[in-house]
């Protein structure tokens, strides 16, 4: 019964090492048809993922400095806005500056007008005054010189001679 012990456990050591043989066999087969495939799959998995966040971060990237960008291109506009303002107001003050002071010289040129002719018809009006004052005396001078005068019709005279005078005073004014 030895023999065939050793029979068995030969046979059986064979077959566990055929089976092994195959076993590494069938791995390497396995490995070389699958593993290979799976690993380039695996690997090109990868790269695509890693090329897409790449892209995402150079994206993001573009992103902030296109965001850097504009917010520096809206301070500059609102700046521009704020001198736009700034010299319109200046403008403003500058143009109702300017009519304040034509109205002045207007309203100055319309007073030196107005008495300049105050003035001119004052003088009209005393000429005229004057020579009602000369044809009066004229006609004093001519009763006087038409009849002697007393002391009494002197007296009444003058009288007579200031209420004419009055009297053109009155119409003149």
Do not use: C
């Not at 019964?1 to 050591?13: A, F, V």
């Not at 100055?108 to 009209?124: F, G, H, T, Y």
């Amino acid at each position: 019964m030895g023999l065939e012990w050793q029979k068995i456990i030969q046979s059986l050591n064979l077959t566990i090492i055929a089976n092994w043989i195959n076993f590494a066999i069938l791995v390497a087969v396995l490995s070389w048809l699958l593993f290979r495939p799976a690993k380039k799959f695996i690997q090109e998995k990868r790269e695509k993922i890693k090329s897409r966040i790449d892209n995402a971060q150079e994206r993001e990237k573009t992103a902030e400095e296109l965001k850097a960008q504009r917010k520096e291109e809206l301070e500059e506009a609102r700046e521009r806005r704020q001198d736009i303002i700034e010299k319109a107001e200046q403008r403003a003050d500058k143009i109702v500056e300017e009519a304040r002071e034509e109205a002045e010289e207007q309203a100055s040129r319309i007073v030196d007008r107005a008495k300049k002719e105050a003035e001119q018809e004052k003088r009209e009006v005393l000429e005229e005054l004057e020579e009602q004052y000369v044809d009066v005396a004229m006609v004093g001078a001519e009763r006087v010189l038409k009849r002697e005068i007393s002391r009494e019709d002197h007296e009444e005279f003058l009288d007579s001679l200031f209420e004419d005078l009055q009297d053109k005073e009155l119409d003149l004014g």
